[in-house]
């Protein structure tokens, strides 16, 4: 049984790797959680791999063994991060709508009632929240729904300052259902390079341990690594 950290240190290794096609160096997983040297995130690396859940390459680096790695995002859907990103723009309307639709389709597939999920922004007022799933899936392969969530979507612009990012996990609804054990998933319209997804990740989770240490770790989506599109398997025949 891994502990917590060792799970956030699985977590970040799978989604580098299924974002990118390479996990993480040894020294980006030293600096994501803050060790003080490298032999510490070695013996994490180390008791993930007697776990079987990472093994070393040719080339000395750790990844997931290929038989638990994801297809790519590209390949699924058969949709790049430019065409995701020409939903942008204007109000974030156009992209707002798309997710949600998305996210109550998924949801059907992983068998989660329809009842449960709510994208009425009366209901969310202060804007900190444009969809909410309130009922976790009993059998999601990919992780998405394993807890209730809150999601916020993006559409208008990329630059994002860390002041922004903490404005927006601290509103109202937001703080509410992360207090009650929501995740909390910060989705945008854009590409953005991995590392800069994880540094949001970061700011965003610093404010959710303060507000709820026991919810769920934050989420950060973007065009180009989008978890909730690259789950939408062919096989669901939903696109």
């Not at 939903?87 to 996210?103: P, T």
């Not at 804007?127 to 990919?142: H, I, K, L, N, Y």
């Not at 559409?155 to 300052?161: P, R, V």
């Amino acid at each position: 049984m891994l502990t917590q950290r060792q799970q956030e240190i699985f977590d970040f290794i799978r989604d580098r790797q299924e974002a990118t096609g390479n996990p993480p160096s040894m020294r980006e997983i030293q600096s994501r959680f803050g060790f003080k040297s490298l032999n510490a995130a070695f013996s994490h690396l180390q008791a993930l791999a007697r776990e079987g859940m990472v093994c070393q390459d040719g080339k000395g680096s750790w990844g997931l063994p290929k038989d638990m790695i994801s297809p790519p995002y590209d390949s699924i859907l058969g949709l790049s991060a430019a065409e995701v990103e020409g939903l942008r723009g204007g109000d974030g309307g156009f992209f707002r709508e798309f997710m949600k639709d998305l996210i109550q389709t998924h949801a059907y597939a992983v068998n989660v009632p329809q009842i449960e999920i709510n994208s009425d922004s009366r209901n969310m007022r202060d804007g900190g929240c444009d969809t909410e799933v309130r009922s976790a899936a009993t059998d999601d392969p990919e992780k998405h729904f394993d807890a209730p969530s809150c999601w916020q979507f993006k559409g208008t612009d990329a630059k994002i300052s860390d002041a922004r990012l903490r404005a927006e996990i601290g509103k109202p609804f937001v703080q509410k259902r992360i207090r009650e054990g929501f995740r909390y998933v910060f989705c945008i319209a854009y590409g953005i390079p991995a590392e800069k997804v994880d540094a949001w990740e970061s700011v965003l989770d610093a404010e959710r341990l303060k507000i709820n240490p026991a919810a769920p770790r934050v989420r950060v989506s973007c065009a180009a690594i989008s978890p909730v599109l690259a789950s939408l398997r062919v096989q669901y025949r939903l696109i």
